[in-house]
């Protein structure tokens, strides 16, 4: 395998080069012939939980990462499974992850293959046989880290972030040497224990951002993790991430004294050599929206102010789409690219945003209906492209909002999620504020970074959208997400030229590569759009101008019925009322609001027949029957009397479902995919 940029062929590294523009110069395929386009094969996965992997194809082969950190091989030409790496990751592990047993992509090099898996090691593999060549624990395993962003590698190296910032962890990104799996350098993106040295100059400048008095984020890490973007650009010999949101979400918790909190929601940039800081940008001081600045960024050179500039492109997910200067990290542009509502805008001279006061929810408010909010904001891993035929860059846009409501009686959880906000009250706070506005909506936008304007906007449709990639053949490849249909998009104009029907969710992005002289989409699917009963059909898809496969029909299902039994005779409304604050705490953010999911990715628990006995709740809850499948056992967190009180809270939550069903809309809660 050679140098990741070296040929068009082949899709080589997750962003299709070191630059992450996600575009292909091939053009075999083009808005004449793209409605030919059809499935050549296809290969079925052997899970059903939801697919975000960006496949690789070098030489013939496609390399892709599935469900539970596995990786697939198969032969390009023909669909065989050459191997899978399964990394046997604990079950018990899915308790630290807010978001899915996803994993977004791999790295390759000098013939082996590289995954970070989620209970935080970094894995070489084989890229012939499969078999494991080395792997590095990345975490201290008493933190609650995982890993579900792809690794890169630069100059010998294999660069991984790690994710965990809703729980309570220190952030950092780690360069291994990527023939041994030695620790080359480590940069922290949040200061540590006061009491020892500071391991850089950078951590001295960030600790000064940080209040004496905060003795929160001591406790909890303070977050910063750096769960996505992660660019090496071989021009500058700089290394460039995003950093997430702090721990807890709300920053008065985390720092009452409210300094800027470096390096949260910041993009920093560090000598790929040395991991030493060159440069910050900090999207979001003082950060308490869960406003991780971790979206996919894309180096490109562009005339800005009438000067060729290399530049960094960022669709934040707090609304502001970001041009920075690569060398120097100096701001550009900043431009709302969805109609936020926390800031009126950036001073150009500071760099800061504007922010309203209210947006800050402070304590004793009724709070703030944030846009972009419902945990993804206006972008969150979804890969954009970047055609530098059209000069735009087509960005998956969501449109959420969701309510930031002080919580009064946060406390610090070793168990459960650390936010400071009432999370689990949403639907009573729309409740009480009817005229509020609701949406959980996205569509594919084309926007020129030069002159910050929108040039088109695709079909707004339910939920999240996929990630996407445009090719010289004057399109754009992406998918909508749970409407489960890849799109090709006229890169110009927008009109949807070919759509194909994926029978489940398209959220990868797709890619783009040349072999035998025939040019080839293959995109990665997957995700239960409403229920984790249904059967799933979580496959690589790979199409051609010759495609003639057909995937098979879909399955009959009945959704299982609601069903529930009544409250156990000896249960109180403020047992159910416990029980719902001990829900909020340990279970929501993976089964969702009042135990409905969304989306299918955990089940549904108003429906599941574990409600009927206290006994079978328990076996799963407090002994971990489940654990093998990702269901780890609470008894750490949770007492049986706990448990009768949130079982208890759940059937009358199902109860008041049977008796009143809500539209079929998707929850502003669901946070799945996005960290
Ligand atoms: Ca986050």
């Avoid at 690789?56 to 390399?63: A, R, T």
């Avoid at 590698?153 to 809703?166: D, F, H, I, M, T």
């Avoid at 029957?625 to 706990?642: I, K």
Wanted: with cysteine; proline share 7%.
């Amino acid at each position: 395998m050679a140098d990741s940029a070296a040929t068009a062929a082949n899709w080589m590294t997750y962003g299709g080069t070191y630059s992450e523009q996600r575009f292909s110069p091939l053009k075999q395929i083009d808005k004449s012939n793209v409605s030919r386009l059809g499935l050549t094969w296809f290969a079925d996965y052997d899970t059903n939980l939801q697919q975000d992997g960006t496949p690789l194809e070098i030489d013939g082969v496609i390399y892709v990462s599935t469900a539970w950190s596995k990786v697939y091989a198969f032969e390009a030409r023909t669909g065989k499974t050459l191997w899978q790496y399964d990394p046997k990751t604990p079950g018990q592990w899915v308790r630290n992850l807010c978001c899915g047993i996803v994993n977004r992509g791999i790295a390759a090099w000098n013939g082996k293959i590289y995954v970070g898996t989620l209970d935080g090691r970094l894995v070489a593999i084989d890229a012939g046989t499969g078999k494991p060549v080395w792997q590095t624990l990345t975490i201290d395993p008493k933190e609650r880290y995982s890993i579900t962003s792809a690794p890169r590698v630069a100059k010998g190296r294999v660069l991984v972030g790690l994710a965990g910032g809703e729980y309570g962890v220190r952030g950092y990104i780690s360069a291994y040497d990527a023939e041994t799996g030695k620790l080359d350098w480590r940069f922290y993106t949040v200061p540590g224990d006061p009491s020892q040295p500071f391991e850089s100059d950078a951590m001295k400048k960030a600790a000064s951002t940080w209040g004496p008095g905060s003795a929160q984020w001591l406790k909890r890490g303070g977050g910063g993790t750096t769960w996505d973007a992660l660019v090496y650009d071989p021009v500058t010999n700089l290394v460039y991430f995003g950093v997430g949101n702090g721990t807890p979400w709300n920053q008065d918790y985390r720092d009452p004294k409210g300094g800027d909190n470096l390096f949260l929601a910041s993009i920093v940039a560090v000598n790929a050599d040395t991991g030493e800081y060159a440069w910050h940008y900090q999207e979001t001081p003082a950060e308490t929206w869960d406003y991780d600045a971790v979206s996919p960024l894309s180096v490109v050179d562009l005339s800005i102010d009438r000067r060729q500039q290399r530049v960094l492109l960022q669709p934040s997910k707090n609304g502001f789409f970001y041009v920075i200067a690569a060398r120097t990290g100096k701001l550009l542009k900043a431009t709302p690219f969805v109609d936020l509502n926390w800031a009126d805008g950036v001073d150009m001279k500071t760099g800061r945003p504007r922010v309203k006061p209210e947006a800050r929810y402070p304590a004793g408010s009724k709070g703030f209906n944030l846009f972009p909010g419902g945990a993804q904001g206006a972008h969150s891993w979804q890969g954009n492209a970047y055609s530098p035929d059209t000069g735009l860059i087509y960005i998956p846009t969501e449109h959420a909002y969701s309510p930031m409501v002080y919580d009064p009686n946060y406390e610090a959880s070793d168990t459960g999620t650390n936010l400071g906000i009432e999370f689990r009250g949403r639907p009573a706070w729309y409740a009480a504020h009817p005229r509020e506005k609701r949406s959980s909506t996205s569509l594919l936008q084309a926007w020129d970074p030069k002159t910050g304007q929108p040039v088109w906007a695709g079909d707004e449709g339910p939920g999240a959208n996929g990630g996407a990639v445009a090719t010289a053949g004057g399109l754009v490849f992406e998918g909508n997400g749970a409407g489960n249909q890849l799109r090709a998009f006229d890169a110009n104009t927008g009109t949807v030229l070919w759509s194909f029907d994926a029978q489940t969710s398209v959220l990868a992005s797709p890619i783009s590569y040349e072999l035998d002289g025939k040019q080839y989409i293959a995109v990665s699917v997957g995700g239960a759009a409403t229920d984790y009963y249904a059967p799933n059909y979580s496959r690589l898809l790979v199409f051609s101008l010759e495609g003639k496969a057909k995937l098979p029909p879909n399955q009959p299902f009945t959704p299982r019925p609601l069903l529930p039994p009544p409250l156990d005779a000896q249960a109180t409304p403020a047992d159910v009322q416990a029980g719902e604050q001990l829900y909020a705490r340990d279970c929501l953010i993976c089964h969702g609001d009042r135990g409905r999911q969304a989306r299918g990715l955990f089940p549904d628990l108003t429906r599941t027949p574990l409600l009927y006995t206290q006994e079978g709740f328990d076996a799963v809850v407090l002994k971990g029957q489940l654990s093998a499948r990702g269901m780890a056992s609470f008894a750490d967190a949770l007492q049986p009397e706990d448990t009768f009180r949130i079982r208890n809270f759940l059937i009358d939550t199902a109860n008041k479902l049977e008796a009143a069903p809500p539209p079929a809309t998707p929850a502003a809660s669901d946070t799945h995919g996005r960290q």
